[in-house]
């Protein structure tokens, strides 16, 4: 089934000039970049973005990464786009993410992990309408 997810390249990893090549790993799993825009989060933005995690005690350490730099947001879609997202992602700690996957290569720590994807349909669809108007979206 086709669907869509929302992608984010993190401050980090525009700053290291990482976005053609995480492009091209969506590209080549059959992932169609729908949308997409460079923003940079201001405070409110990324704590409404991370609420789920605002008891967590690397919240305000999260914010200040996500708020430091540039980021790409775009929309992904394709068949299990959620769920091979996370796959071409790897796991939130690049030590313990799978050889080959965006994190194994090129996150520096559980924190500075380069890539956000969402993790569910729920999820998927709040994260999308947060950046995204549906006239922004354009399906292949
Ligand atoms: P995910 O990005 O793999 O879905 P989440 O648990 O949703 O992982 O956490 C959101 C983000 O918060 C992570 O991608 C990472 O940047 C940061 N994070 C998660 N766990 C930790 C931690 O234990 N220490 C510091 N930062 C963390
Ligand atoms: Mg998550």
Request: charge should be negative; proline fraction near 4%.
């Amino acid at each position: 089934m086709s669907e869509r997810t929302l992608s984010m390249i993190k401050p980090d990893g525009v700053a290291r000039d990482l976005i053609g090549e995480i492009y091209r790993r969506f590209e080549a799993a059959g992932l169609h970049v729908v949308g997409a825009r460079m923003i940079r989060l201001d405070q409110r933005k990324a704590r409404a973005f991370y609420q789920v995690h605002r008891e967590r005690p690397f919240f305000d350490d999260l914010v200040a990464y996500m708020t430091s730099g540039p980021i790409m947001v775009q929309v992904l879609e394709g068949e299990n786009a959620i769920q091979r997202n996370r796959e071409l992602m790897g796991a939130t700690d690049p030590a313990r993410a799978d050889a080959g996957t965006v994190r194994a290569d090129y996150g520096e720590s559980v924190e500075r992990n380069v890539v956000h994807g969402s993790d569910g349909p729920g999820t998927a669809r709040e994260e999308i309408d947060f950046f995204f108007q549906p006239d922004e979206l354009h399906s292949r």
